[in-house]
């Protein structure tokens, strides 16, 4: 008899899922960091959108630049004609590259450290 057995994960589901959610959390507070210090530019990370912001909302990603709020990141986002829930992830390649150009003309505003 040739029984296969699949080897599940150690411990219980919803440990697992905490597991991951903090793997994800932890990894946004260090590309948001990475972006608010410089380290990163916000146009590439949107080009690019690793898997952290992959379900990350957008106004969530501007908001953490240097001297970027709400009313900053909601002007941009309404020229845009983009809705702040919308997650980076589910941008199209056409409002993608638009978004990083707004980000890339925009960021000298922000520079003044």
Do not use: F
Not at 24 to 31: F, G, K, P, S, T
Not at 49 to 70: A, I, K
């Amino acid at each position: 008899m040739n029984a296969t057995a699949t080897i599940a994960p150690a411990g219980p589901q919803y440990m697992r899922a905490l597991q991951r959610a903090n793997e994800v959390r932890l990894a946004r507070a260090e590309l948001k960091r990475r972006i608010s210090t410089g380290e990163l530019d916000i146009a590439e990370v949107i080009r690019e959108c690793p898997w952290e912001v992959r379900n990350m909302p957008v106004v969530d990603l501007l908001l953490s630049q240097y001297r970027w709020g709400g009313i900053r990141c909601r002007k941009l986002l309404v020229s845009l004609r983009m809705p702040e829930t919308k997650t980076v992830g589910s941008l199209t390649d056409r409002q993608r590259e638009t978004l990083a150009t707004a980000c890339a003309e925009q960021a000298p505003l922000a520079v003044g450290r």
